[in-house]
């Protein structure tokens, strides 16, 4: 497993790999389950990073 220490690490490499990690663009899934308890299973694919210091990741 990759481990980073984003104090140990330069802002521009921080970017790279933010970037990298937005696009192109995953796919996630999101869950939720009603008041009744059905679950609901959805596909997820608006993923966007801002910034590096401090980073910030929208979704």
Same mark, same amino acid.
């Given at each position: 497993?990759?481990? #980073? ?5 330069? #802002?521009?490499?921080? !970017? !790279?790999?933010?970037? *990298? +990690? /937005?696009? %192109?663009? %995953?796919?996630? &899934?999101a +869950?939720?389950?009603?008041?009744? *308890? @059905?679950?609901?299973? +959805?596909?997820? +694919?608006? &993923? @966007?990073? &801002? *910034? /590096? @210091?401090?980073?910030t990741? #929208? &979704?």
């Amino acid at each position: 497993m990759l481990k #980073i220490d984003p104090k140990n690490t330069p #802002i521009p490499k921080l !970017h !790279h790999m933010l970037l *990298g +990690s /937005v696009a %192109p663009r %995953p796919i996630a &899934f999101a +869950s939720t389950i009603d008041k009744d *308890g @059905n679950p609901n299973l +959805s596909p997820f +694919s608006f &993923f @966007n990073a &801002f *910034g /590096v @210091n401090p980073t910030t990741l #929208i &979704f």
